[in-house]
Structures are given as C-alpha cells and as structure tokens.
C-alpha cells in the first residue's frame, strides 16, 4: 500500500508561483510513475501532468504547458509540482497519484493510489 500527502497549496495572485509537494511512504515510490491532477468546483478531475519512475520522461496537459513542471526527488520519496505564471482559471483542488503503469497516461483510473489533496486559489 502507498500513502500519498500532498502540500504546498495556498492562495496566490495571478502570475505568481506555487510548488506543490507530495510525499510518499509504503510501498517502494521508484517503481511508481507518478501524475498530478486537479478539480474545480462544478467540474471534473482533470490531468495536470505525470513523470515516469525515474523521471526521464514528463507529460502535460496542454492548459499547463510551458507554465507547470513536474519533478521527482526518489531518495525523498517525493514528487513535485513547480507552478509558474497561475492563472484565476488554476484554481482548484491538486491531487497526486500514483500508478504501477510503466508509462503514465492521463485517465484517472489508471491510477491506483491517491492523496487527500491541497487546495490551490488564484486571485485575479
């Protein structure tokens, strides 16, 4: 079993920076790809971006290219999620997961474990 805590989250105005963490403890976190997603209110989950296990390989969706990026520290068992230039339309609640897939996709029941979330508001 895995356990994923998320921090970081807070509120910060439009074009500012965020860095979300998200520790792991269980089960061996090198053999997990890792993804990011996120929820507005009234909206569905969404992908936000995923790194393969030994982090050679990065995904994004298209909303957060050029502005997110996603890392991962294995030696902290630790994933994170660099937000730069956060827009109103950012707002929500971010979420990690992990999945044993060698290859991360983008659909939420790809993955096998979650965090509880942290909550992310941009003002305008």
């Known amino acids: 079993q895995v356990q994923l805590v998320e921090s970081g989250g807070g509120l910060v105005q439009a074009g500012g920076s965020l860095r979300l963490s998200c520790a792991a403890s269980g089960r061996t976190f090198s053999s997990l790809a890792m993804g990011w997603f996120r929820q507005a209110p009234g909206k569905e989950r969404e992908f936000v971006a995923a790194?393969?296990?030994?982090?050679?390989?990065?995904y994004y969706a298209d909303s957060v290219k050029g502005r997110f990026t996603i890392s991962r520290d294995n030696a902290k068992k630790t994933v994170y999620l660099q937000m730069k230039r956060l827009k109103p339309e950012d707002t929500a609640v971010y979420y990690c997961?992990?999945?044993?897939?060698?290859?991360?996709?983008?659909?939420?029941?790809?993955?096998?474990?979650w965090g509880q979330g942290t909550q992310v508001t941009v003002s305008s």
């Open positions: 790194i393969s296990w030994s982090g050679g390989s990065t």
């Open positions: 997961a992990g999945t044993v897939t060698v290859v991360p996709g983008t659909a939420l029941h790809e993955y096998d474990y």
